[in-house]
Structure formats: C-alpha cells, structure tokens
C-alpha cells in the first residue's frame, strides 16, 4: 500500500474543537496524483511508482517529457516523484490516488523547501547576540574575531558567518491529522509545515514511533481524595 503524497500549502488557520480549545493547523492540498510510471525490481533494480502531481503550461514542458506523460494521457504534470513501494502490482500507470489513505488521528512526515531569507547576517542566521549599543562600541551587529592567531593562520571549516539564509530542503516528523475532507482533497495538520503559500510538500505516513499523550487529570484527582479520605480514617 502506498503511502505517500504530494501536493502544495494553502496557509495555516485555527480550528476550535471544543470549548476553550485552540489548534494551530496547517491546510494542505493534496493530490489527485497519477501513476506516471512503474518501476520495477527486475527493469530498474528497484520496485517504485512515479507520481505526477499539478499543471502547467504545455509550451514549457519539452517534447522528451510530452512523449512520456503521453503515455498515460496525460498532457501536462508540474511535479515529478518517484515514491518506494513493496507491491507495485496493485497499481498500473494512469491510476489517480486520492486522499482517502489518510484519516484523522494518524501522524504524517512532510517535506518542503523552507522560505528563502537571501543574505543574512550572523544575528538573524545563528542568533548571536551583537555588540555592545554603549558609546564607543564598533561592532553592532558584526560577527567580532573569526581568525585563528599566528597558527593555523586561517578560518575553520564550518565557521558559523554570514551567508545565504532558507531555500532549503526541511522535513517536519510526526505531525498529527486533525481533519480530512476528501471532498476538497484538503488535509489539516496540527502546527507548521515549511514552505511558502503554493509551495510544493511531500506527505508520507510515518515509521516512526509515536508517544502518544494521555490525559489523566481525573484519575490523579481520584487517588488525592482517596488518599485525604484513607489518612482521615487512619486519624480517628
């Protein structure tokens, strides 16, 4: 069974379950994607599924990758990826997948490209703290002494300076489904999923262990008054 997705982020909202209840959730469109392709252990070494997912102009898609969507019907695909599955007979090329693997409560690993920051200094990049404002303080905002003295003579590897800041590949582990609505092939995520407005996110069910919390405020009021009421028998 397969178990991931793509699909892009629309933005984050609020969703007030109960009374005094508050969730942060991140909304995220996803799919219908098609089996572009299968990719088979004997053929290619490895047993995957090629997804396709989105629109864009046909002029912008070369004559190469026309001829390949062509052989699912397909005219036009804005995203490309190959998802690794066991079975790969359940499914043949053309096959749309809906949302309907996922359900509330189970927990999801989402991969994105982080919003670009550009060039950014050392205060904003590594949280430094800056220099002193009193008067007579040179270094505001600078980076101080990143030199070695007369041995080794130069800047280590790994320095943490000012550069290129986001535009990177980020993937956010166990976040939780609070709801599903498969008529708009929405998904609502409990907290924040990286990337921009329309950006473009990978969604698989996770393998990892999930610690699941368990509220038992009631049970630990019940053992006080039976323990207030054991020590006032003990009393008289």
């Known amino acids: 069974m397969i178990n991931t997705m793509l699909g892009t982020k629309l933005g984050m909202t609020q969703v007030f379950p109960g009374i005094g209840e508050v969730i942060p959730v991140t909304v995220l469109k996803v799919g219908p994607c098609v089996v572009v392709q299968k990719k088979s252990l004997a053929n290619d070494g490895y047993n995957a599924l090629q997804l396709g997912y989105g629109q864009k102009r046909e002029k912008l898609i070369n004559k190469a990758m026309q001829g390949h969507l062509k052989k699912v019907n397909l005219t036009s695909t804005k995203y490309l990826r190959e998802v690794k599955i066991d079975n790969i007979d359940e499914y043949q090329p053309g096959d749309k997948l809906g949302i309907n693997m996922f ?3 189970d927990y999801v690993d989402i991969k994105g490209i982080s919003k670009g920051k550009g060039m950014a200094g050392v205060i904003k990049r590594h949280h430094f703290k800056g220099g002193k404002n009193s008067h007579g303080c040179d ?5 101080g002494s990143v030199g070695a003295s007369s041995y080794p003579s130069r800047v280590f590897k790994g320095m943490r300076m000012a ?9 956010v582990l166990k976040l939780e489904i609070v709801e599903v609505r498969e008529n708009e092939n929405l998904l609502l995520v409990k907290g924040a999923v990286p990337g921009p407005r329309n950006g473009f996110v990978v969604i698989s069910k996770t393998n990892r ?3 699941v919390k368990i509220e038992k405020k009631a049970e630990v009021k ?3 008054e039976t323990k207030k009421e054991s020590k006032k028998k003990e009393k008289s």
């Open 163 to 171: 550069g290129h800041m986001g535009c990177d590949m980020v993937k």
């Open 209 to 211: 262990f999930v610690k």
């Open 222 to 224: 019940d053992n006080k």
């Open 103 to 105: 359900k509330k409560g």
């Open 139 to 143: 270094n505001k905002r600078g980076p």
